[in-house]
């Protein structure tokens, strides 16, 4: 079975950049929506950014301007570039791909393969 692991993760300081990388082990259809999904302490998980295979990308507002999605279909690897980081942005960043959707439908599609999660700390 496929499996997705993310990369990239670490501590910054606020204002500072991190790339996201998420490799997956084997062929994923380029046809699936993929996302960044993020996890705060004590905080409920949200979608971050959703790329189809069109690559048509969707960012949640409170990181609009500031996070970019995009893919190589070739490398079989998803990307996060995260920039102007805030201490809010502090999270368990996770790679996750679904079944085949349009940008539009790509958040509400139920996301069926999951990375392990790679931490990101923004210090003030």
Known sequence: QVQLVESGGGSVQ???SLRLSCAAS???NSRRCMAWFRQAPGKEREGVA???SDGSTSVADS?????TISKDNA???LYLQMNSLKPEDTAMYYCTAGPSASIQYCPRVLMDLWG???LVTVSA
Request: glycine share 24%; no cysteine.
């Open 26 to 28: 084997g062929y994923i």
């Open 75 to 77: 490398k079989n690897t």
């Open 116 to 118: 392990p999660g790679t």
């Open 14 to 16: 606020a204002g500072g």
């Open 50 to 52: 959703y790329i189809d």
């Open 63 to 67: 990181v609009k301007g500031r996070f």
